[in-house]
Each structure stands twice: as structure tokens, then as C-alpha cells.
């Protein structure tokens, strides 16, 4: 198998300290006093909580003593020792609750802003990126640097921070009550165990991220496939498609058995070096026992800051495994944010304002990589005009409308509104004042009262049946069981073609903007239905400036102005009467379509 980075979303992953930087913008927000008063409340339970920690084992080992006195024991004083240390041991776990409740919010509040950055972020990006990744690999991304976000915070703060302030208290503690032996030891075993897990993590960060990739392609796969259900149906390829998924899947296997392995290496050196320091702890505190220098309750108290010790330490291993892996994950998606747009807004843009609607494109010129797509085309749109754009397949048809909403920008060559350079206006606004129709009609996995409304939230059920009704689906919407509440499955799926671009038209029109775009609107459409959405869209253009790219030239013989384009350059223009005279493209193309009608 090809080497799994070809399969990364995005290759470019932040480094740990800038991650950090970014992640902090987030656990603190810009005027938020909230957050910081959370984060201080919650070391200071964190500090309680290392208190009550490094004193319970000395209650311990007191009531060991005062057992180990039998007949002479003093039962009221045990019973205050015993009393003292269930009441330690539980305020150990209230405060460490306290610490998680206090901490909750911050560290869910930084995912979700980090998580809606990211989001937005993407929305924000041009369609040359997303045309070059895969939304699987994508939202895998953001999904693990989310939940990322939230271990590391929970398990930094909570974890890591906890052990090393008990470790430097408990090394102050047994130093001063048992010398500087027992200290030295302690301290020593637990630099070592850091040391150790530090380095050997490292080398299973490679491991790992292969994994991840590897992981990242089987999601793409499998979300690709299921989204072409259809199409799989149609060649008959499940076969073809199940391989693609084992392949993958096969990939990531291999990866995480080496993972697996390695972990092993890490637990075993990890246990070998706990257990070395055990062993010499526990033989200097028998030594100290048999030359009376420790009672049977010091050495109970010794060990009990070992396990209290080394029991989370054991743990640390798989806290710092989980911490590198989710600064690898968050910087993978602040890397995302970092990702800058090919189209961006001046400094200085101003909102579009559209009062009649003339559009004009002059020596626009446009390539995509090496292939020259347009070259010097110039055309008026005059407004309350109907324009038709025709032409062979690749002529560039479709190009004009990405290049009017601002998705490119021409290499030379202006576009202009109302004698406005749509480079000098927001993005925003001129996208508001422009309505589309595209040829790929892809709905949302909602109602189709979600769908027709999504050009202008908040319409009433009023305009929505009057777009409906304007492209021809109230009818069709009427006989559903549950009307316009009905759920149109993933990309529209549930619905015929025919529907969708109903559907997708009644959008449209429900937004009324100045200027319509119309991309191959009625592809799907029987004769009948075209007609009448026709005659709406006549209506509509008496007022509003169209612009429509058509293959069926049936549907616009009423048009104002025909451009015929051929190999990115206007052939010919005119209206249809016009251009079937000249004998000419247009005449060769309607003269092909008649024959295949009769």
C-alpha cells in the first residue's frame, strides 16, 4: 500500500508549544472572567486535595502503631485516629470531585470553541481546497482534536500536575521524617520512570500517527462508498467496494498490531523500573525495622505513599501516551484554521449594492492548473435581461457562474455589478444578492421545509407554499404523508432528481434576490413541469437579471441575448432567431437536439 500520508487530510500539523499558545486562546477567552475564576478555584481544591493526600498515610500509620500496642491500646484515641483518617480519605475524594465539577466547564467551552473555529473555518476556506481533501479525513479531524482538547485538559491539569506536586511534597515529607535515603530513592525512581516513558513514547509517535492516517483513509472510504450507494447499486461493485474497505481497513490492522507491540515494550520497561524501586524501598524500611530505628506503623506509612505514589504514576504512562497523541490531534486541526483561503475580502471591501443589476464580465481570462478554461471573454448582462450560456461540454459553461459567485477569481479581467468590481465588495453580500440553482442539486438530510426555507431562514409557510408553489413541487408536497415535515435522506436521496431541482428551484425563488443564476436548472425535469416552471421564471424575469447555463436549448428560445461558447471564447451570440440564421454552432447544436426529440 502507497504511503499513508497520501491519505492525510491535512499534512501539516502545528508543533507542541504554538498548539499550546492556540489552545489557551481558547480555555481563556478575550474578556471572559468566568474561566479564569473557574481555573484558580480549581487548583485551589487541587491544593487541598495534595494536603489531605500526604497526611492520611501518617493517620494510617498511627493507628497501625496504637493496634501493634494490643492490650495497652488506647481505644478512644484510635478511634479518633481512625475516625481522622476515613474522614481524610474522604475529603481526598471530595476535593478531587470538586477540581473536576469547578473544571468541567472550561474544558468543554474550549472544544466547542475550538471545534465551531475549526468549523467555521472550513466554510471560510475556498473551494479549490475542498475539492483537493476528503470530508471524511476532514471531520475525523476536528472530531479528534475536540476530544483531544478535552483529555488534555482534564488529564494535564488534573493528572500530570497532581502527581508531580505530590511528588516533590512527598520527597520533602519523607526526607524530613525518614532522611534523605528514602527521598533520593523515591524521587530518583520516578525521574527514571518519566524519562523512560518520555523516550519510548516518542519513538511511538511514528507508530501512531500511521495508525491514525491509515485510519483517517478507512473512514474516507467507507463515508465515499456510502455516499455513491447508488452507484455502487448500479455497476454492480459492492464487490469493488468491500476490497477498497479491506484494503484500508488491512492497512490499519498492521499499524495498530505494531502500535500494540510497542505499548508492550513501554509497559514492561515501565513495570521493570517500579518494581526495581519497590524492592529497595521496602528492603531499606526492613533494615530500619530490624535495627529499631522504624516501627512496624512507619513502615506501613512508607509503603502507603508508594502505592499513593506509584499507583497513578502507573497511569502516568498512558496519560503522556494520550497527551503527545492529542497535541498531534489538536495541531492537526488548528493546522486546519491555519489554512488560508485563495479568496479573501479586501482590507477595504464594501457591501454590493445591487439597484438594477447589470452584470459584465470583460477580458476574463481563467485557468485551472495548466488548462486554460476562458480566454478574453467579454459580455453584458442588462438588467431585468435573461442571458443564456451554451456550448459544448468543457467549453467553460459552468465556470461562469463559480466565477460570478466569487468561488475563483479570473487570472485577468473584471467582473463587474452595477459597475461594481466584485474583488472591492464583500464576499457576503454578493453571494446574498444572487440566487442559484446549480447543476449537482444536493439537499440537506432534513425536512423539505428545512430545504426550501435554507435561502432565507425564518419565512413564513406562506412564502414557502408561493416558491413552492412558483416550481412546481406543492402538488408533489401535498400528497407526502407528513407534507413538508418529510425528511429527504442524505444529499436528497429519497427524492427523484426531478424533485431535488424543485425543490432546489423553490429555494431560489424564496430568496428573491436581484440576480438569478440558473446552471442546467431543469436537466431532470419532464416537458410538462419545465413549461410551467418556464412561465414562472418569465415572471420573474421582467424584474430580475438572469443568467442561464443550459444544455437543452429548448428552454431558452426566450431568451434576451444566446452566448454561444466554444473552447473558452464566445463563438457567436444573439437570439435564437438570430443564431439559427447565422447557420452556424448554435443552428449545428439545436438542428442535433431536434433530431433526437423526433
Given at each position: 500500500m502507497k504511503n499513508a500520508e497520501a491519505f492525510s487530510s491535512n499534512s501539516k500539523i502545528l508543533t507542541p508549544l504554538k498548539t499550546l499558545k492556540e489552545l489557551l486562546r481558547f480555555v481563556i477567552p478575550k474578556g471572559n472572567k468566568e474561566m479564569p475564576f473557574r481555573i484558580f478555584l480549581a487548583f485551589v481544591f487541587l491544593?487541598?486535595?495534595?494536603?489531605?493526600?500526604?497526611?492520611?498515610?501518617?493517620?494510617?500509620?498511627?493507628?497501625?502503631?496504637l493496634v501493634s500496642e494490643g492490650k495497652q491500646v488506647n481505644l478512644n484515641l484510635l478511634w479518633f485516629v481512625i475516625g481522622s483518617y476515613a474522614l481524610a480519605r474522604l475529603g481526598q475524594v471530595f476535593f478531587d470531585e470538586a477540581k473536576e465539577f469547578v473544571f468541567a466547564r472550561v474544558a468543554q467551552k474550549a472544544v466547542r470553541g475550538a471545534a465551531l473555529k475549526a468549523f467555521q473555518h472550513l466554510h471560510s476556506l475556498s473551494l479549490s481546497f475542498h475539492l483537493n481533501r476528503q470530508t471524511g479525513g476532514l471531520t475525523r479531524a476536528i472530531d479528534r482534536g475536540s476530544k483531544g482538547i478535552e483529555f488534555l485538559l482534564r488529564f494535564a491539569a488534573f493528572e500530570i500536575v497532581p502527581v508531580l506536586v505530590e511528588l516533590i511534597a512527598v520527597g520533602i515529607v519523607l526526607w524530613a521524617t525518614f532522611g534523605l535515603a528514602y527521598a533520593t530513592v523515591t524521587v530518583t525512581t520516578v525521574i527514571v520512570y518519566i524519562i523512560y516513558t518520555v523516550k519510548v513514547t516518542e519513538w511511538r509517535i511514528g507508530i501512531r500517527r500511521k495508525m491514525n492516517l491509515a485510519d483517517e483513509n478507512a473512514s474516507t472510504k467507507?463515508?465515499?462508498?456510502?455516499?455513491?450507494?447508488?452507484?455502487?447499486k448500479y455497476?454492480?461493485?459492492?464487490?469493488?467496494?468491500?476490497?477498497?474497505?479491506?484494503?484500508?481497513?488491512?492497512?490499519?490492522?498492521?499499524?495498530?498490531?505494531?502500535?500494540?507491540?510497542?505499548?508492550?515494550?513501554?509497559?514492561?520497561?515501565?513495570?521493570?523500573?517500579?518494581?526495581?524501586?519497590?524492592?529497595?524501598?521496602?528492603?531499606?524500611?526492613?533494615?530500619?525495622?530490624?535495627?529499631?530505628?522504624?516501627?512496624?506503623?512507619?513502615?506501613?506509612?512508607?509503603?502507603?505513599?508508594?502505592?499513593?505514589?506509584?499507583?497513578?504514576?502507573?497511569?502516568?504512562?498512558?496519560?503522556y501516551r494520550e497527551i503527545r497523541q492529542s497535541l498531534l490531534d489538536i495541531?492537526?486541526?488548528?493546522?486546519?484554521?491555519?489554512?488560508?483561503?485563495?479568496?479573501?475580502?479586501?482590507?477595504?471591501?464594501?457591501?454590493?449594492?445591487?439597484?438594477?443589476?447589470?452584470?459584465?464580465?470583460?477580458?476574463?481570462?481563467?485557468?485551472?492548473?495548466?488548462?486554460?478554461?476562458?480566454?478574453?471573454?467579454?459580455?453584458?448582462?442588462?438588467?431585468?435581461?435573461?442571458?443564456?450560456?451554451?456550448?459544448?461540454?468543457?467549453?467553460?459553461?459552468?465556470?461562469?457562474?463559480?466565477?460570478?459567485?466569487?468561488?475563483?477569481?479570473?487570472?485577468?479581467?473584471?467582473?463587474?455589478?452595477?459597475?461594481?468590481?466584485?474583488?472591492?465588495?464583500?464576499?457576503?453580500?454578493?453571494?446574498?444578492?444572487?440566487?442559484?440553482?446549480?447543476?449537482?442539486?444536493?439537499l440537506f438530510n432534513d425536512t423539505i421545509k428545512y430545504n426550501i426555507s435554507y435561502s432565507k431562514p425564518g419565512a413564513s409557510i406562506e412564502e414557502i407554499n408561493k416558491a413552492a408553489k412558483l416550481s412546481s413541487i406543492d402538488r408533489f408536497i401535498a400528497n407526502l404523508e407528513i407534507g413538508y415535515d418529510t425528511i429527504v435522506g442524505e444529499r436528497g436521496l429519497k427524492l427523484s432528481g426531478g424533485e431535488k431541482q424543485r425543490v432546489a428551484i423553490a429555494r431560489a425563488l424564496l430568496k428573491n434576490p436581484k440576480i438569478f443564476i440558473f446552471d442546467e436548472a431543469t436537466s431532470a425535469l419532464d416537458s410538462?413541469?419545465?413549461?410551467?416552471?418556464?412561465?414562472?421564471?418569465?415572471?420573474?424575469?421582467?424584474?430580475?437579471?438572469?443568467?442561464?447555463?443550459?444544455?437543452?436549448?429548448?428552454t431558452i428560445i426566450d431568451a434576451d441575448k444566446i452566448i454561444v461558447l466554444e473552447n473558452g471564447s464566445i463563438a457567436e451570440q444573439g437570439s435564437h432567431k438570430e443564431l439559427i440564421k447565422k447557420n452556424g454552432l448554435y443552428a449545428e447544436m439545436w438542428l442535433r437536439q431536434q433530431e433526437k426529440l423526433n
Open positions: 491544593f487541598l486535595a495534595t494536603i489531605v493526600t500526604v497526611y492520611t498515610p501518617f493517620l494510617y500509620g498511627k493507628a497501625v502503631d467507507a463515508i465515499d462508498s456510502l455516499l455513491n450507494f447508488e452507484t455502487v455497476f454492480n461493485s459492492e464487490k469493488i467496494e468491500a476490497e477498497r474497505f479491506d484494503n484500508a481497513m488491512k492497512f490499519y490492522e498492521d499499524s495498530a498490531v505494531k502500535a500494540r507491540a510497542s505499548l508492550s515494550v513501554v509497559n514492561i520497561g515501565q513495570g521493570a523500573i517500579i518494581a526495581i524501586g519497590l524492592f529497595l524501598i521496602m528492603g531499606m524500611a526492613g533494615e530500619d525495622i530490624s535495627s529499631e530505628k522504624m516501627s512496624i506503623g512507619d513502615f506501613v506509612v512508607v509503603n502507603t505513599f508508594l502505592l499513593q505514589l506509584y499507583l497513578p504514576l502507573n497511569f502516568l504512562g498512558f496519560v495541531g492537526r486541526m488548528f493546522a486546519l484554521v491555519d489554512e488560508m483561503p485563495d479568496i479573501v475580502d479586501k482590507e477595504n471591501a464594501y457591501d454590493l449594492d445591487v439597484h438594477s443589476g447589470k452584470i459584465e464580465f470583460k477580458n476574463i481570462k481563467f485557468s485551472f492548473g495548466n488548462r486554460v478554461i476562458l480566454k478574453n471573454l467579454s459580455f453584458v448582462v442588462n438588467p431585468g435581461h435573461k442571458v443564456a450560456i451554451v456550448g459544448p461540454t468543457g467549453a467553460g459553461k459552468s465556470t461562469i457562474s463559480k466565477l460570478l459567485f466569487r468561488f475563483y477569481d479570473p487570472s485577468s479581467g473584471i467582473i463587474s455589478i452595477d459597475s461594481q468590481n466584485i474583488k472591492d465588495v464583500t464576499q457576503s453580500s454578493l453571494r446574498s444578492n444572487i440566487g442559484v440553482v446549480p447543476q449537482d442539486t444536493v410538462k413541469t419545465e413549461k410551467s416552471i418556464e412561465k414562472s421564471l418569465k415572471k420573474l424575469s421582467n424584474k430580475n437579471t438572469t443568467l442561464v447555463i443550459a444544455h437543452r436549448l429548448s
